[in-house]
């Protein structure tokens, strides 16, 4: 073949694959957060979360329509710190019907930075779907100087469209990167590189209208889980309790007397803990509650039988996962069983 009919060949798959990729019907379900943040002036950092609509985010990023044929839905307007239960199950129960009903082929989430990591890992849980599904979010609200949304919100459109987000579950992708919704995690309070997966990675990068990826992760999605969120109204309640040195065991005990279902203990190291904490996590393992030994480190495993007998007290253990992701876990998988063991297997599954 001639370098000429090889260019034009060249020039001809590349539009057939960017016609096909604008054909793409893209849902973004706008829930608030920085993105739709406005603040009084360009240079004051002050501001509200959550106060523009969908279709202002949209008017900011006019290029976005030449990705995909994109539409917007408004399903809350808050800043992320009061993101609840309630809109989790809206939310994940929306998405299974968009594509139920073949409303749409991908679906773009903008959220809060705050709580992101735990709306993706829930839907990661939820989503009946191998269909793409990005949240994204920024750092700078919509009248910053250097505002982050926009480009943010352009990536994720991008990353939906793509036909290789099909299939990795629920993602996150921010700052030019993709992560696993599983595993990202918020890791600095204000700055625009804050996703990050401590353990792992990013799983893609964003350059240029284009995504490309790396690995995949191992861990199962929604698509294989026992529990069917679209039959559930309420979740089991399971709080998270803190270790430090020389800790009383007062939240465990309140906890204990709330008669909560579950409790996630963010122990020292590999999630250790000193005698008032043992003792009563013990006793309220004893009574019923499902204890889960997880860790305040910002990274690692959290092992069985280490310097914890597991066993003798009843206990169970996090895995790889935060204590912020392992309560949404346990919360679901708590939907299903109460025996223990298949408890700790999802932790080893999920
Ligand atoms: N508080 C905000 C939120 O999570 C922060 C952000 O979006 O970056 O909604």
């Given at each position: 073949?001639?370098?000429?009919?090889?260019?034009?060949?060249?020039?001809?798959?590349?539009?057939?694959?960017?016609?096909?990729?604008?054909?793409?019907?893209?849902?973004?379900?706008?829930?608030?957060?920085?993105?739709a943040?406005?603040?009084?002036?360009?240079?004051?950092?002050?501001?509200?979360?959550?106060?523009?609509?969908?279709?202002?985010?949209?008017?900011?990023?006019?290029?976005?329509?030449?990705v995909?044929?994109?539409?917007?839905?408004?399903?809350?307007?808050?800043?992320?710190?009061?993101?609840?239960?309630?809109?989790?199950?809206?939310?994940?129960k929306?998405?299974?019907?968009?594509?139920?009903?073949?409303?749409?082929?991908?679906?773009?989430?903008?959220?809060?930075?705050?709580t992101?990591?735990?709306?993706?890992?829930?839907?990661?849980?939820?989503?009946?779907?191998?269909?793409?599904?990005?949240?994204?979010?920024?750092?700078?609200?919509?009248?910053?100087?250097?505002?982050?949304?926009?480009?943010?919100?352009?990536?994720?459109?991008?990353?939906?469209?793509?036909?290789?987000?099909?299939?990795?579950?629920?993602?996150?992708?921010?700052?030019?990167?993709?992560?696993?919704?599983?595993?990202?995690?918020?890791?600095?309070?204000?700055s625009?590189s804050?996703?990050?997966?401590?353990?792992?990675g990013?799983?893609?990068?964003?350059?240029?209208?284009?995504?490309?990826?790396?690995?995949?992760?191992?861990?199962?999605?929604?698509?294989?889980?026992?529990?069917?969120?679209d039959?559930?109204?309420?979740l089991?309640?399971?709080?998270?309790?803190?270790?430090?040195?020389?800790?009383?065991?007062?939240?465990?005990?309140?906890?204990?007397?709330?008669?909560?279902?579950?409790?996630?203990?963010?122990?020292v190291?590999?999630?250790?803990?000193?005698?008032?904490?043992?003792?009563?996590?013990?006793?309220?393992?004893?009574?019923?509650?499902?204890?889960?030994?997880?860790?305040?480190?910002?990274?690692?495993?959290?092992?069985?039988?280490d310097?914890?007998?597991?066993?003798?007290?009843?206990?169970?253990?996090?895995d790889?996962?935060?204590?912020?992701?392992?309560?949404?876990?346990?919360?679901l998988?708590?939907?299903?069983?109460k025996?223990?063991?298949?408890?700790q297997?999802?932790?080893?599954?999920?």
């Amino acid at each position: 073949m001639s370098k000429f009919r090889m260019l034009l060949l060249l020039l001809f798959v590349s539009l057939a694959i960017q016609s096909m990729a604008q054909n793409v019907r893209v849902k973004i379900l706008a829930t608030g957060g920085t993105i739709a943040g406005a603040g009084a002036s360009s240079t004051r950092a002050a501001y509200k979360a959550g106060e523009l609509p969908i279709d202002q985010l949209l008017s900011a990023v006019p290029d976005i329509h030449k990705v995909a044929k994109v539409t917007g839905e408004q399903i809350a307007s808050i800043g992320s710190q009061d993101m609840s239960i309630d809109i989790w199950l809206k939310i994940a129960k929306r998405i299974n019907e968009i594509f139920k009903n073949n409303e749409a082929d991908a679906i773009v989430i903008t959220h809060g930075t705050d709580t992101q990591e735990e709306t993706s890992y829930f839907l990661r849980l939820t989503v009946k779907s191998d269909k793409p599904v990005v949240l994204t979010g920024s750092m700078r609200p919509a009248t910053a100087i250097s505002a982050d949304g926009p480009k943010n919100l352009y990536d994720a459109v991008v990353v939906a469209a793509s036909p290789k987000s099909a299939g990795r579950g629920v993602l996150v992708s921010m700052n030019e990167m993709v992560f696993s919704g599983r595993d990202v995690t918020k890791s600095n309070s204000t700055s625009t590189s804050t996703f990050q997966s401590a353990d792992f990675g990013p799983i893609g990068l964003v350059y240029d209208g284009m995504v490309e990826y790396y690995r995949k992760t191992e861990r199962l999605t929604g698509t294989s889980a026992p529990w069917d969120i679209d039959k559930i109204t309420k979740l089991p309640r399971v709080d998270i309790a803190y270790m430090y040195a020389d800790a009383p065991a007062t939240a465990v005990n309140a906890f204990v007397k709330a008669k909560v279902d579950g409790i996630i203990f963010a122990g020292v190291g590999n999630g250790n803990m000193n005698k008032a904490n043992l003792d009563a996590l013990a006793a309220a393992a004893k009574s019923g509650i499902i204890v889960c030994r997880d860790s305040r480190t910002y990274s690692g495993r959290v092992t069985l039988h280490d310097e914890v007998d597991d066993d003798k007290y009843g206990f169970i253990v996090s895995d790889d996962l935060n204590a912020q992701k392992s309560r949404i876990l346990l919360m679901l998988a708590l939907t299903v069983t109460k025996d223990r063991s298949k408890l700790q297997e999802f932790f080893f599954t999920y």
